[in-house]
T-cell receptor, first 114, second 115 residues
């Protein structure tokens, strides 16, 4: 089974609407991160939330973390066509230090229609 | 800040040849670099982790003799796909991390197509 699985796999909304993506994971984590990837491009780091945090905001992004349920959500408010991309959650379950590594989920493909 | 580049951005090669991909951190020193592979419409799979001046640590199932990683400096790591075959065709992405943060900064990726 895979650490960090997002749902839904695909989400299509209209511009101006909010988009919510969820991520579940299986093991204890140090932190959880959300990344964005435009088609055929590299990943852009969006936000990191630590295991002792419950909610974090960055611009139009809001991330929550529920360690008891081993789940996180990413909310994008007032979506724009430019938000169209794949969104991945990634968990850091390592012992920390310079050799930490991330495990990525399968991603949610978000399409924002103009 | 925290810009990572990869070269080339895409490459097409014949089966049996070797291909080298470079990953550079442009404005910071990366104590750790990671190499990922991503097949179409799939997630990133970690291939190996490398620390400057040390041998890379490969993930289970990744052949170290096929995917040679060199992390010669704090700003450069290379991935060489040796004797490439069509099944090696994929999107290869590197990321860089400093010792003081647990955020990874990703390169733009390299699209490898093996004919």
């Amino acid at each position: 089974s895979q650490q960090g699985e997002e749902d839904p796999q695909a989400l299509s909304i209209q511009e101006g609407e909010n988009a919510t993506m969820n991520c579940s994971y299986k093991t204890s984590i140090n932190n959880l991160q959300w990344y964005r990837q435009n088609s055929g491009r590299g990943l852009v780091h969006l936000i990191l939330i630590r295991s002792n945090e419950r909610e974090k905001h960055s611009g139009r992004l809001r991330v929550t973390l529920d360690t008891s349920k081993k789940s996180s959500s990413l909310l994008i408010t007032a979506s724009r066509a430019a938000d169209t991309a794949s969104y991945f959650c990634a968990t850091d379950a390592s012992g920390g230090g310079s050799n930490y590594k991330l495990t990525f989920g399968k991603g949610t493909l978000l399409t924002v229609n103009p | 800040g925290a810009v990572v580049s990869q070269h080339p951005s895409w490459v097409i090669c014949k089966s049996g040849t070797s291909v080298k991909i470079e990953c550079r951190s442009l404005d910071f020193q990366a104590t750790t670099m990671f190499w990922y592979r991503q097949f179409p419409k799939q997630s990133l799979m970690l291939m190996a982790t490398s620390n400057e001046g040390s041998k890379a640590t490969y993930e289970q199932g990744v052949e170290k003799d096929k995917f040679l990683i060199n992390h010669a400096s704090l700003t450069l790591s290379t991935l060489t796909v040796t004797s490439a075959h069509p099944e090696d065709s994929s999107f290869y992405i590197c990321s860089c991390a400093t010792g003081s943060t647990d955020t990874q900064y990703f390169g733009p990726g390299t699209r490898l197509t093996v004919l």
